[in-house]
């Protein structure tokens, strides 16, 4: 254990490590860098224009789902407003009715006196005995 395990001087190289080839002082190296043994001439360029021409492709392919995205979202939009302005008509049409009535039934409780305040009376105290002989039958 006294012993440390020590590499030799040429694991120590990082130029030999690394085959003579170092990279720039940041750390990181540039795409556009060529390396050593660089393909040139035509053969080179068609698999670059390849690469651009797979890359071009899942562009659109991402563009192409964005916008199907966007129309589906305004297909949607249209879609409720057209549900809200319905709903908004149903509303107020229920409003026109249950205005109609209320005022049905005030004219007919200003006819028919107070006798029509013992019949609500009467129900709401039926209404409750329901409800609490169901809640201790249960």
Not at 50 to 72: C, F, M, R, Y
């Amino acid at each position: 254990m006294s012993q440390r395990f020590r590499a030799p001087n040429s694991l120590r190289d990082r130029s030999a490590l690394l085959g003579g080839f170092t990279p720039p002082a940041s750390g990181r190296s540039s795409p556009l860098e060529l390396p050593l043994h660089a393909p040139s001439g035509h053969r080179y360029v068609d698999d670059i224009e390849g690469q651009n021409d797979e890359q071009l492709e899942g562009l659109t392919a991402k563009v192409k789902l964005l916008k199907d995205i966007t129309i589906g979202i305004g297909n949607e939009v249209r879609e409720s407003t057209i549900q809200l302005s319905q709903m908004n008509d149903a509303f107020a049409e229920t409003s026109g009715i249950l205005a109609g009535t209320f005022r049905r039934m005030n004219n007919m409780a200003d006819r028919q006196g107070c006798r029509w305040l013992w019949y609500i009376v009467f129900l709401v105290f039926v209404f409750w005995f329901f409800i609490i002989v169901w809640w201790f039958r249960r």
